[in-house]
């Protein structure tokens, strides 16, 4: 069975700092890599999604890569601000959406 | 906004009450899920649909039960619960159920059993 882990469980960071979340997933055989985030009793916002076939995608301050190979995907937050405080969800997308426990993030002005 | 919509978004209901959670998409999606996020615990998915027909049904109690109506609606209704079903439930929806595609989800609905 597939199985999702992120590290670490929660950040704290200054503002204006650069951060790297990780992912990691035990089965390579996915579709997708697909990271979310929710803000304190909120729904799942999509951020990126990158297919398989993919190594990386791009969204304003954001880029996530994808190594299957190695089971692994990161998410990196250029110049973070207060405003990215959330909990960070990454989903492996096989036969099930495989999600993991996320990394709560705390930008400190 | 995701375009998919849950209502309530927050609910308080007895271990007596019948209560139903609603959403509604209309992205023109065929698969619509339901997922309960407890603290500090992964999603884990409870019902897909898929064209109205429900295919996965995972372990779930029957005092938890799914409607599907048509491919733009999706309910739960719910009938004496306990205080451990307390919990966010979120709706999601993408374009087929083989996960290749792209999930987008609800705001949720906050649950609370008393």
């Known amino acids: 069975k597939q199985e999702v882990t992120q590290i670490p469980a929660a950040l704290s960071v200054p503002e204006g700092e650069n951060l790297v979340l990780n992912c990691s997933f035990t089965?390579?055989?996915?579709?997708?890599l697909q990271w979310f985030r929710q803000d304190p009793g909120k729904g799942l916002t999509s951020l990126l999604l990158i297919q398989s076939s993919q190594r990386e995608q791009t969204s304003g301050r954001l880029n996530a890569s994808l190594d299957k190979s190695s089971g692994r995907s990161t998410l990196y937050i250029a110049a973070s601000q207060p405003g990215d405080s959330a909990t960070y969800l990454c989903?492996?997308?096989?036969?099930?959406?495989?999600f993991g426990t996320g990394t709560r993030l705390t930008v400190i002005p | 906004e995701t375009g998919v919509t849950q209502t309530p978004r927050h609910l308080v209901m007895g271990m007596t009450n019948k209560k139903s959670l609603k959403c509604e998409q209309h992205l023109g999606h065929n698969a619509m899920y339901w997922y309960k996020q407890s603290a500090k615990k992964p999603l884990e998915l409870m019902f897909v649909y898929s064209l109205e027909e429900r295919v996965e049904n995972n372990s779930v109690p029957s005092r938890f039960s799914p409607e599907c109506p048509n491919s733009s609606h999706l309910f739960l209704h719910l009938h004496t619960l306990q205080p451990e079903d307390s919990a966010l439930y979120l709706c999601a929806s993408s374009q087929d159920r083989s996960y290749r595609a792209q999930a987008f989800f609800g705001q949720g609905t906050r649950l609370t059993v008393v």
């Open positions: 089965d390579s055989a996915i579709y997708n």
């Open positions: 989903t492996a997308g096989a036969n099930n959406l495989f």
